[in-house]
């Protein structure tokens, strides 16, 4: 089935290990983004790449990294894990940077730090 | 500042009865304003969109909201409720705003529980 497809489902890692989160669409969307979602705070953005080849912060970035590996795929990585980061992650994608079409969302990676 | 309340974290209602679930948001420009539904354990999945064209929008699984721009409001609504509509439901507003960036603000989430 077309869509966002994500890796792993869950993990634990202990504080301070590093992991890096995969994801990748086949809709052939262009813009491609991560957010973290942690109860009643809705969803919150980590990281953007409105295209191929860029990258951009978004609301919450400290302590993440993200590769933009090509067209399909977009890495989220933790380099030093903190409890803080204990989040259920999505990434999503959109058409155009306008997002005005709405997102697609994989079915997320559920993330606890120890 | 662009940002966007759902004013109710839980909604109970019993199965048959109608939904209201209840959005308003702040833009200063031409939002657009979408419904998001969470199933447990799963991603979000997009249930409608209003981008400018007509102020009733209509989507799946008989959900339907309307654009209040006087009310600044984006409710989303069903006539008659169904036990598969127990879900998170999640607000967003997407607005450009001045330097040329089209900012993105989800809301916090409405619980929509159905009594059998």
């Known amino acids: 089935n077309a869509g966002v497809t994500q890796t792993p489902k869950f993990q634990v890692l202990k504080t301070g290990q590093s992991m890096t989160l995969q994801c990748a669409q086949d809709?052939?969307?262009?813009?491609m983004y991560w957010y973290r979602q942690d109860p009643g705070m809705g969803l919150r953005l980590i990281y953007y790449s409105a295209s191929e080849g860029t990258t951009d912060k978004g609301e919450v970035p400290n302590g993440y990294n993200v590769s933009r590996l090509n067209k399909r795929e977009f890495s989220l990585r933790l380099e030093s894990a903190a409890p803080s980061q204990t989040s259920v992650y999505f990434c999503?994608?959109?058409?155009?940077?306008?997002?005005?079409?709405?997102?697609?969302f994989g079915s997320g990676t559920r993330l606890t730090v120890v | 500042a662009q940002s966007v309340t759902q004013l109710d974290s839980h909604v109970s209602v019993s199965e048959g009865t109608p939904v209201l679930l209840r959005c308003n948001y702040s833009s200063s420009y031409s939002p657009s304003l979408f419904w998001y539904v969470q199933h447990p354990n799963k991603g979000l999945q997009l249930l409608l969109k209003?981008?400018?064209?007509?102020?009733l929008v209509k989507g799946i699984n008989g959900f339907e909201a309307e654009f209040k721009k006087s009310e600044t409001s984006f409710h989303l609504t069903k006539p008659s409720a169904h036990m598969s509509d127990a879900a998170e439901y999640f607000c967003v507003v997407s607005d450009w705003n001045s330097g040329g960036y089209q900012k993105v603000t989800f809301g916090t989430g409405t619980k929509l529980q159905v009594i059998p």
């Open positions: 209003y981008t400018s064209a007509a102020t």
């Open positions: 809709m052939n969307h262009n813009s």
């Open positions: 999503a994608s959109s058409e155009s940077r306008t997002a005005a079409y709405g997102y697609t």
